[in-house]
């Protein structure tokens, strides 16, 4: 079997605006240390971090473009910014993997992040739901949520373009 690669659900372009303007605000902010006198080590300690934080939040910019969830014979693989993640065959509870509406099962929607990028109109990264635990989310707020849950107890959720969705579930085996 040859690897079947589903891009996942690009972000809106409003939320790729708001990665933008932090990294903009982040290095003015680096300018504004720059100029500032201070001890070397902390001018230095301080721009370092801007200058890390400003190439991580445009690598999930860019990176998020590309996101995808790709199924070989090895396992499934999910190819997203920052938390891609392989799964081996069995992880993925198949017969639990369907399509999604987070606006009308309350108990999946997203309610802490964890550790993640929460911009409006996409969420990536993990997150507690508000019934089910936890999850690993590349969610936006185009196309439609799958849930994928796993025997590792948490579920991942994604958002697929609405041409991929039963191409996807067709691939995983889903009914």
Known sequence: MHAIDIPLATPPTSSLLMLL?????????????????MPQIAK????GL??????VFCYVGVASSRAAIVM???????????????????????????RLDLTQEP??????????????????GWFDTKGTGRALVSV?????????????GYSVIVTVAPPQVQPLLDA????
């Open 44 to 47: 230095y300690a301080s721009l």
């Open 50 to 55: 801007l200058l890390g934080l400003s190439v």
């Open 140 to 152: 936006t707020a185009e196309g439609e949520s799958i849930l994928l849950p796993t025997k590792l």
């Open 72 to 98: 070989s014979t090895s396992g499934v693989s999910l190819a997203i910014p920052i938390y891609d993640h392989d799964f081996k065959p069995g992880d993925i509870l198949i017969d639990g993997v369907r």
């Open 21 to 37: 303007g932090l990294v903009v605000g982040l290095l003015l902010l680096g300018g504004y240390i720059w100029r500032k006198p």
């Open 107 to 124: 108990q999946y929607q997203l309610s802490y992040r964890r550790n993640g990028v929460g911009l409006l109109g996409y969420s990536l």
């Open 172 to 175: 995983l085996g889903a009914h």
